[in-house]
């Protein structure tokens, strides 16, 4: 009896967790087609598709929480929203200018973004949409644009909000430009208050919090070429730690469900394709491998419904 006991448990163990990975996806753009498109795949390197595919370059995708949208940007400066399959793109109600990098809200009623004036304007503020149950007409100024901020991203209980900033240019630039540098900042929603994170004084950027709130991931160059770095949030704000050392490129990081693993884009093969970091281990895993050596970028990691 306790042979068939643990055979039956180890079967239900087996089918509990194919399950949860046949559930988790990760979206991406892709150059595949010889545009921008918006493509997904399983973890475990399967059903590698095309989601979205249009004349438009489509970027930056972001999974709505519950699973059945996504949320990405256009070159026309766009944020839009377009169903699992990639129907009924509608274009967000938001601030005018070039949008883009949009992010969810925790209870999916919302999407932050960030947003410039114009393409002759670097200055970039970050802005929250109102999507449910019925689309605002005008955004909410999260970070005015007086400096350049990007890449924003909420925290899983969506009290925080972190973002990079670097000190915004008027173009034309002249060159050769002072060496970039890009902090991150955090901002807490309730109070409005900004606090800088990192000190690194070179270029950080692409902040993705951990599903416990507890850390965030973000890419690099403070080591020389770009690598993806850790820094604790608590009570007190750890030193920065080095995730990666690879003399390519490593960005755009996005955390699993379950926190143990972090996919992101790395040129170590001489095109940018994406990996799977485990974070334990310090194991890489190689998820892409494009054919026609074209790039893919801007991974999220989520479930369907």
Same mark, same amino acid.
């Given at each position: ?137 005008? %955004?909410?100024? &999260?970070? +005015? ?5 990007? #890449? /924003? =991203?909420? @925290?899983? !209980? $969506?009290?925080?909000? *972190? ?76 030193? %920065?730690?080095? &995730?990666? +050392? ?5 960005? #755009? /990081? =996005?955390? @699993?469900? !379950? $926190?143990?693993?972090? *996919? ?42």
């Amino acid at each position: 009896m306790k042979i068939i006991y643990r055979f039956i448990l180890l079967c239900l163990f087996v089918i509990i967790g194919s399950r949860i990975q046949a559930d988790e996806v990760i979206l991406y753009s892709s150059f595949e087609s010889g545009n921008w498109d918006i493509w997904m795949i399983h973890p475990d390197k399967s059903n590698a598709r095309i989601l979205i595919n249009s004349p438009l370059d489509e970027k930056a995708p972001a999974l709505s929480p519950d699973g059945a949208y996504i949320a990405y940007h256009d070159n026309r400066g766009s944020v839009r929203i377009a169903g699992l399959d990639g129907s009924s793109s509608d274009v967000l109600a938001q601030s005018p200018g070039l949008n883009s990098y949009p992010c969810w809200t925790p209870d999916g009623a919302g999407i932050v973004y960030c947003s410039r004036p114009s393409p002759t304007k670097e200055a970039a503020g970050i802005f929250y949409n109102k999507i449910q149950p019925v689309a605002a007409a005008t %955004p909410i100024t &999260l970070v +005015e644009p007086m400096e350049s901020n990007n #890449f /924003p =991203a909420l @925290s899983p !209980d $969506g009290k925080r909000l *972190v973002f990079s900033r670097f000190l915004a240019q008027e173009k034309p630039l002249k060159l050769p430009r002072e060496p970039l540098i890009e902090e991150l900042y955090i901002l807490d929603i309730t109070s409005g208050k900004i606090s800088q994170i990192t000190n690194l004084k070179k270029n950080s950027a692409h902040p993705r919090w951990a599903p416990d709130g507890a850390k965030i991931v973000f890419s690099s160059n403070a080591a020389g070429s770009y690598d993806l770095w850790l820094v604790d949030i608590g009570e007190k704000i750890s030193e %920065p730690r080095r &995730l990666t +050392e690879d003399p390519g490129f490593e960005g #755009f /990081p =996005a955390w @699993s469900p !379950d $926190g143990e693993k972090i *996919v992101f884009i790395s040129s170590r093969t001489g095109n940018m394709e994406l990996w799977i970091l485990d974070v334990s281990s310090g194991g890489w895993t190689q998820l892409t491998n494009s054919e026609k050596k074209r790039d893919s970028m801007e991974p999220c990691w989520g479930r369907l419904p």
